[in-house]
């Protein structure tokens, strides 16, 4: 039962109160601020003191109201035509909610701030001219690309291997203009309604009162909000699945998250999801790499983008479609296709793939390219149209409004990356930061003065068309269907169709961040939620609380799994992947040569680890045992002892794996091995056994191959293909 706190002995309480386990329903006044946190005096503007506490400043009453101070009765719908029809632009609430938190940070993005972007290609196959008119989608056509990676939540100075979504944006130069894919690596999202984005975004975002913790998701607001709205369910199995902890981001698969409408040139219309598919596999870290990566290096994911396009190895993505009939229910195999928290399974709609995107440069300057790009989801070409998907809705608004204190007006679109390829003549004018110069007398239509232009297309000029949709009659109303209120099936689903290897990390995932939170209620209500999932991940999760599992309210469904949801259990191109060679001072260069040669004609980059810099029996070293870290190699290979360096601690290095200090090996070695060991990843070793000994790694354990150069280089590949060596740990299923 809610109350009254104590003064605390242990830090971190987010409020003055414990929270209830029910959503409270009872109209009352702000919580009084808490016993640790002061204000400044309340004065006025000239300085006279008000008498007033700090806390009058801040918000009052006990209702939701406008800025304006008028009460709401709900904030969790927009204004539509009717349960399945399009927003309105007249939702006041909706534009002045989701207007203020386009407009919170200035002038850093208030989600997606830290990003990495590269220029690309995009090259079609012809495979959608059917049932898309759009000219960038025809055989053969070649488009440039710009495509913008990115983390949600952390700002731009967090780390990169966050646990976190990733923003997957591209912007298609076509032809007809500029088309923006803004999508993400995960299908589904958070809310249903676009008007609950900021909500979702402040629950999730640090504390507003310490401004911590930065760029992660494990704290009370966050889960609080998750375990009351439920809808959130399903995007946060997703965001605590490996997806969420990328080994990079051309590993990275990509969703539009929407569904969307496409128009062939008969004017024939489908439904689509849109996927991009990386050519070397969708692969993860684990957890402990990624908490290493960001303390070794915090860059990680932009540095593997951009050396990865210096090197010349091009990450390349497929893009595909799901596609589905354009019916009046807009649903598909029973799945609302209007939902964003949904996604439809592979088994269902095979993904078709309509072309290739090659990313091959990397941006000359990160502030004028990367920073200042400006995706907009309402960047549309002919025969590519958005549906009545709420989140979509409010997303085709928030975008806009965005750019306009970001960049500085509305001239956003005139910044050298934003420009589009094709003939500009809109009729919009001045404003700040208007670079065009333009002419004539009359900026509207219809005119004379300028002799009639600009001209209204014609069909056969390919303009873009809003594609006429039905809207049945309705009223406009707060409210969305039935079939959104289904939270659980596809949570479930998702889940269940996981190798065990990959349960394991969501239950560990899930045990981690819900012990991070302050509140037991918080835990509590949602182990209900995973009760309602999957009993047997809620028992295992709560046994890692030292909580009760509690009973579900809602059975859990026995369903289908989706086999292309694991990303486990095939092999990759190894194109880019990177190999550690690790020698000693008396190493045997032939050695290393074989290794070398086979590993770079498979398109491996090898660096050699050395005792320091410089020359090492006349091979250059590019790491040294000092600077080395695991997290940068996908494979390691020992070749001869690796006795201790001169600046080798091995007293002080001891504790980093190298047992009492009286080890052969240089202990810093040792770690870097046994790191890799643990991570899963391939190693080799040619006359090594006395490092793999003091790592405690035996040649018959999974993923270890030993032999020489020659024996041993085709052996590790074939190990790297596969990603990583999972099969070395038992799961909870086999104890």
Not at 584 to 611: C, F, H, N, S, Y
Request: hydrophobic share 40%; net charge negative; aromatic share 8%.
């Amino acid at each position: 039962m809610a109350g009254k706190r104590s003064q605390p002995r242990v830090p971190g309480v987010p409020s003055s109160e414990a929270p209830a386990y029910e959503e409270p329903t009872v109209p009352r006044g702000p919580l009084p601020p808490k016993a640790d946190q002061g204000g400044p005096d309340t004065v006025t503007a000239t300085g006279a003191a008000t008498g007033q506490p700090p806390e009058s400043v801040g918000q009052q009453g006990e209702f939701l109201t406008t800025a304006h101070g008028a009460r709401l009765r709900d904030t969790d719908h927009s204004l539509r035509v009717g349960r399945r029809g399009p927003t309105l632009l007249q939702d006041h609430h909706l534009r002045e909610k989701v207007s203020h938190f386009d407009h919170e940070r200035i002038p850093e993005r208030v989600v997606h701030a830290r990003g990495a972007s590269a220029h690309g290609v995009f090259e079609a196959n012809g495979a959608a001219e059917g049932i898309c008119r759009a000219a960038f989608l025809r055989s053969g056509v070649q488009t440039p690309v710009f495509v913008r990676f990115s983390t949600v939540l952390g700002s731009r100075g967090s780390a990169d291997l966050a646990r976190d979504t990733r923003g997957f944006a591209t912007r298609f130069y076509t032809s007809e203009g500029n088309y923006d894919l803004v999508g993400n690596n995960i299908p589904v999202f958070f809310i249903q309604d676009g008007i609950k984005f900021p909500d979702v975004i402040h629950a999730a975002k640090p504390h507003p009162d310490r401004e911590i913790p930065q760029a992660q998701s494990a704290h009370d607001t966050f889960w609080d909000f998750a375990s009351l709205h439920t809808e959130a369910q399903a995007h946060t199995m997703w965001n605590m699945s490996d997806r969420a902890i990328p080994r990079s981001y051309r590993t990275m698969e990509g969703f539009g998250v929407h569904t969307w409408r496409l128009a062939n040139a008969d004017g024939e219309t489908c439904l689509v999801k849109f996927h991009w598919k990386p050519r070397q596999g969708v692969h993860s870290v684990t957890w402990e790499e990624a908490q290493l990566s960001n303390g070794y290096d915090p860059d990680y994911h932009r540095r593997d983008l951009a050396d990865a396009i210096e090197a010349g190895a091009y990450p390349v993505w497929d893009l595909g479609v799901q596609v589905m009939p354009d019916t009046a229910e807009e649903t598909f195999e029973g799945i609302d296709l209007l939902d964003p928290t949904k996604f439809v399974p592979e088994e269902l709609a095979p993904v078709q793939l309509v072309g290739t995107m090659t990313l091959n440069a990397n941006p000359t300057n990160y502030f004028a390219e990367t920073e200042q790009v400006a995706f907009n989801p309402s960047n549309l070409v002919g025969g590519i149209d958005v549906t009545n998907d709420p989140l979509l809705q409010a997303r085709l608004f928030s975008y806009l409004d965005t750019q306009i204190t970001r960049l500085g007006g509305p001239n956003w679109n005139q910044i050298p990356i934003n420009r589009a390829h094709a003939p500009v003549n809109d009729m919009l004018r001045d404003g700040f930061h208007q670079d065009a110069v333009h002419g004539g007398a009359a900026p509207y239509r219809p005119n004379s003065l300028d002799g009639g232009c600009p001209f209204v297309a014609g069909h056969d000029d390919h303009p873009f068309i809003d594609l006429p949709a039905p809207v049945d009659a309705a009223v406009k109303e707060r409210a969305h269907p039935a079939s959104f209120d289904d939270h659980f099936s596809q949570v479930t689903l998702f889940y269940r169709s996981l190798a065990p290897i990959e349960q394991d990390h969501i239950v560990a995932a899930y045990t981690f961040e819900l012990s991070k939170c302050y509140d037991q209620t918080i835990r509590e209500r949602q182990l209900q939620a995973l009760a309602n999932i999957d009993a047997d991940l809620c028992q295992k999760v709560a046994d890692g609380l030292g909580l009760p599992a509690p009973k579900p309210t809602l059975a859990p469904e026995d369903g289908e799994i989706s086999a292309a949801l694991t990303q486990l259990g095939a092999t990759w191109p190894v194109e880019g992947r990177q190999i550690g060679i690790v020698i000693g001072e008396t190493v045997k260069p032939a050695a290393v040569d074989a290794i070398t040669k086979a590993a770079q004609a498979a398109g491996v980059v090898p660096l050699v680890v050395g005792p320091h810099g410089g020359l090492v029996g006349g091979l250059t070293v590019h790491r040294t045992y000092a600077n080395a870290a695991s997290i940068e190699f996908d494979a390691l290979v020992l070749v001869g002892e690796l006795p201790a360096a001169p600046d080798a601690m091995v007293s002080g290095d001891a504790k980093a794996g190298a047992g009492d200090g009286a080890a052969v090996t240089d202990p810093r070695v040792v770690k870097l091995l046994s790191e890799a060991w643990r991570h899963a990843k391939a190693i080799g070793a040619v006359d090594s056994d006395t490092a793999l000994a003091e790592a405690g790694i035996t040649t018959e354990d999974v993923g270890v191959v030993v032999g020489t150069a020659t024996q041993l280089a085709p052996l590790l590949l074939e190990l790297l293909a596969e990603h990583r060596s999972w099969d070395r740990f038992a799961t909870s299923l086999d104890v």
